[in-house]
């Protein structure tokens, strides 16, 4: 019988998996806070000498090009490299492909020289690496979600990854299923970080549960009920106080709060 969302989330919690992250220096604090309280261990590190070791005593690394530059480039290839040689699931996170040409060819250089298990974007992302022509302005899509499940579906076969686009409405696939996920609060748009955040849940998530459709969306939904129960609690007031509650409800959230909530169908391709 396939394994719940819910019991995914404790199965993370007790796992508490590793997660190694090259990520940016806008986000990468709530990107640890918000592993941790999904139950894993964030480490995050760039240099080249620190990565084979690091990355091999880890249950998954994020790669995530918000802040990317020519060394940290050389970084997360040697990282999703040594990742590959060890059997360790990769998430790219390629914030603002399609925004610049360097963005984009820094996400594309990527997926040619790491095997990456996930490729997890915004809408305009997504788009945009599917060859759909999604819209980025900065690292926000300004793209509507027309087409995103063809997106998914035709980006994981080409690729070979799970490939999630997030917005209101998420969509998740392997190029065989597609998982559709409704949940989420507009104040998660309020916060700088919270597609970065949703990457490292994703990271927590296929380290202790392997790479799937069904691991990728179990991620994403934990992470937009948690939004939604941190706005229901009525102690929020605007994008600050948001993001605290986020943190404390992803921590707290109980396999009741996911059953009652959740928002999610599978379809074939
Ligand atoms: N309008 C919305 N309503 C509900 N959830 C949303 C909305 N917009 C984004 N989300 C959720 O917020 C998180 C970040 O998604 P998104 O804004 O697409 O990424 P990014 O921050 O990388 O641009 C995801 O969990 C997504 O599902
Ligand atoms: C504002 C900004 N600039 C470079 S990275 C970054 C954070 C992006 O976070 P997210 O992808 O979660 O919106
Ligand atoms: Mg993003």
Redesign the pocket.
């Known amino acids: 019988m396939a394994i719940s969302v819910a019991d995914m989330m404790e199965e993370v919690r007790r796992k508490r998996p590793l997660v190694h992250h090259i990520t940016n220096y806008v986000t990468v604090n709530d990107c640890a806070n918000v592993c941790i309280c999904a139950g894993g261990s964030p480490v995050m590190t760039d240099e080249a000498k620190d990565l084979p070791e690091m990355v091999a005593l880890s249950s998954a690394v994020v790669l995530n090009i918000g802040t990317l530059n020519e060394r940290t480039v050389e970084s997360m290839t040697i990282a999703g490299r040594e990742a590959n040689r060890n059997d360790v699931p990769v998430v790219l996170d390629p914030?603002g492909a399609g925004a610049t040409s360097y963005r984009t060819s820094a996400a594309r250089l990527l997926l040619d020289r790491v095997e990456v298990s996930v490729i997890k974007?915004?809408?305009g992302e997504i788009g945009v690496l599917a060859g759909i022509g999604g819209k980025v302005r900065g690292?926000?899509?300004v793209s509507g979600s027309d087409g995103m499940e063809a997106a998914v579906s035709a980006l994981a076969e080409r690729t070979g990854a799970v490939v999630a686009a997030?917005?209101?409405t998420?969509y998740v696939s392997d190029g065989r299923t597609v998982s559709v996920m409704g949940n989420?609060?507009?104040m998660?748009?309020t916060v700088s970080g919270?597609?970065?955040m949703?990457s490292s849940v994703i990271g927590c998530y296929v380290g202790a549960c392997g790479t799937s459709v069904e691991s990728v969306s179990a991620a994403?939904s934990v992470?937009?009920i948690a939004?939604e129960k941190a706005v229901e609690g009525g102690k929020v007031f605007g994008p600050g106080s948001f993001k605290t509650k986020l943190l404390d409800s992803v921590y707290g959230l109980t396999k009741d709060d996911v059953d009652g909530s959740i928002r999610m169908e599978l379809r074939k391709v």
Do not use: H, M, R, W
């Open positions: 914030v974007g915004n809408s690292v926000d899509s997030t917005g209101k998420d989420g609060s507009d998660l748009e919270t597609g970065c949703v994403i992470f937009n939004a």
